[in-house]
């Protein structure tokens, strides 16, 4: 999704390697050329996919991490900023693969890794949940931040999972496709307050989980307002609004970035959680260049400052040839999340389970047995 966003833009910010124990997904893939796609685990699992084995994926991923170093770097890494591994944590491969390829990324490179997981929804089974809460407590340790999209939050209610995913694709990209390509020169130029890769490493240095919030706004050009006004035959009272409109300019545009910026971070968050708990954030503002305002970004970053944990607040805005305005607003290291903690409760409780059941078994063996020796 990421690349078939990227494809649409005259400079591409992406290059992508897809890495998977399943054939047949790979296979599926119409964005990234075959060559990019590489198939582990193959003696093992013979291209079915490990299912929702996240100890097999994870071995698989270390027996064979030379294969995927090695593409990697066929591909060139001399002008990336960060790696980002993106992964469904619900099943073998993606939960157990990512730390392992996360560390190795960390010895061999000195860019930063950063994980963007998938979260799955209760419904999807309490497997799947154990696998996703088994995962993030290793991978938070092993990459520099770890961005979260709860599937919960975005499926609609009586929505199945493989109805809602290309929506769900759709509202990820969406969010983290702009807060990826922010710095890139466009035929816009640069932005007015520049946010380039160094501002967003520096937001996610302190590890730990964030969360991204997004809204949108159209914008409606004078042009456009001109033409409206012409058809409806009020041409002399829309020079006149006109003309009071210019004494307000800078101030209409300072008070939509700032009512932009409250909708992200107060609205549906890419993870939900305690957006006051956040130690870091960073604002990005999209949209043509004439609509960008710097005491507008100054003032949301200050709203933003108010109103998280932490007082390092880093912003600005990125010009893009478009019809609307963009505000991302990224949490950075989170420290209240329901949804974490009941993931960690569902992997103790399946722990437990595990280990009763086993208790059980074991004890029902004992019963068979012991006549055999009376």
């Known amino acids: 999704m990421f690349v078939e966003q990227d494809k649409r833009f005259p400079v591409q910010s ?25 198939l582990i685990g193959q003696t093992v699992v013979k291209g079915h996919g490990v299912g929702t084995d996240n100890v097999t994926g994870a071995k698989v991923t270390a027996d064979e991490i030379d294969s995927i170093i090695n593409a990697i770097d066929q591909r060139g890494t001399h002008d990336i900023d960060a790696f980002v591994i993106a992964a469904g944590l619900g099943g073998g491969t993606g939960s157990g693969g990512t730390p392992v390829l996360a560390r190795h990324l960390k010895r061999i490179y000195r ?22 809460a ?34 769900l694709n759709d509202e990820m990209v969406r969010r983290f496709g702009v807060l990826f390509r922010a710095g890139e020169v466009t035929k816009m130029g640069v932005g007015e307050m520049v946010v380039d890769s160094s501002e967003i490493i520096n937001t996610l240095r302190g590890g730990g989980i964030s969360s991204v919030g997004y809204a949108i706004t159209e914008v409606v ?14 041409r002399d009272s829309l020079k006149k609004k006109q003309a009071s409109e210019q004494v307000l300019l800078g101030e209409d545009k300072s ?16 993870l939900p959680c305690d957006y006051s708990s956040a130690e ?11 609509e ?7 003032k949301a970053k200050s709203w933003v400052e108010e ?31 329901p949804r974490i903690r009941e993931l960690l409760e569902i992997a103790k409780e399946t722990k437990e389970d595990a280990i009763r059941a086993k208790e059980k078994k074991t004890a029902l063996f004992d019963e068979d047995i012991e006549p055999l020796f009376e």
């Open 14 to 38: 992406f290059r992508a390697i897809a890495v998977n124990t399943a054939r047949t997904d790979l296979m599926g893939l119409r964005n990234i050329g075959l060559r990019d796609r590489i």
């Open 111 to 132: 860019e930063p890794v950063y994980a963007l997981g998938i979260l799955p929804a209760p419904e999807e089974g309490r497997l799947y949940s154990y696998n996703a």
């Open 134 to 167: 088994r995962s993030l407590s290793t991978m938070v340790n092993e990459v520099d931040n770890t961005f979260l999209f709860d599937n919960s939050a975005w499926k609609n209610e009586g929505e199945s999972i493989k109805s809602a995913y290309q929506r």
């Open 221 to 234: 050009s004078q042009r456009t307002k001109q033409k409206k006004g012409m058809f409806g035959g009020l």
């Open 255 to 270: 008070a939509k970035i700032i009512a932009l910026v409250r909708r992200a971070m107060l609205g549906r968050l890419t």
């Open 280 to 290: 870091r954030a960073l604002v990005l503002l999209a949209g043509p260049p004439e």
């Open 292 to 298: 960008m305002d710097r005491k507008g970004v100054e």
């Open 307 to 337: 109103n998280i944990s932490g007082i390092e607040v880093r912003g600005g805005d990125y010009p893009v040839d478009s019809n609307y305005i963009a505000a991302v607003v990224v949490l950075a290291t989170v420290g209240n999340a």
